[in-house]
């Protein structure tokens, strides 16, 4: 939202900010599978993502993808996505998450992520501030 009459650098900042918002909304995410593979998915598709013996498993709800790679790398490139960890093992969503409990987290599909007592209040924070309409 502009006032008139509109300054240049004023326009400029707003472009710059919507382009931005476009590229990070519409970016793809290359998944490399155990088999080979290479997949281009879209960020908002991935509901959780679950380490377990240094295998990387992507989840869509639709379909589930294994990888070979290291949680902190994924959850380092996930961050602007809304895409937070909850559990050692776990990296989730916000953008599905339907109720957070005590322990664990549920998704709008039904499916139950497990939360972590020492990463609890960092996840309230970030799904409060998510739910505000801030990027976490």
Do not use: W
């Not at 900042?13 to 476009?22: I, P, S, T």
């Not at 409990?101 to 939360?115: A, H």
């Amino acid at each position: 939202f502009l006032l008139k009459p509109v300054r240049d650098e004023d326009f400029r900042k707003d472009f710059e900010r919507a382009v931005k918002k476009y590229r990070r909304d519409h970016e793809k995410y290359v998944i490399r599978t155990a088999e080979g593979e290479v997949i281009l998915i879209s960020h908002s598709a991935i509901r959780y993502i679950e380490n377990y013996n240094r295998h990387i498993h992507i989840n869509t709800g639709k379909k589930k993808y294994d990888c070979i790679g290291r949680m902190t790398e994924v959850e380092n490139e996930m961050k602007e996505y809304n895409i937070i960890r909850c559990h050692q093992g776990f990296l989730v969503n916000m953008g599905y998450i339907r109720r957070i409990g005590k322990d664990s987290i549920t998704l709008d599909s039904g499916d139950s992520i497990p939360m972590s007592k020492r990463m609890r209040n960092d996840v309230m924070d970030k799904f409060n501030l998510y739910c505000a309409g801030y990027r976490v």
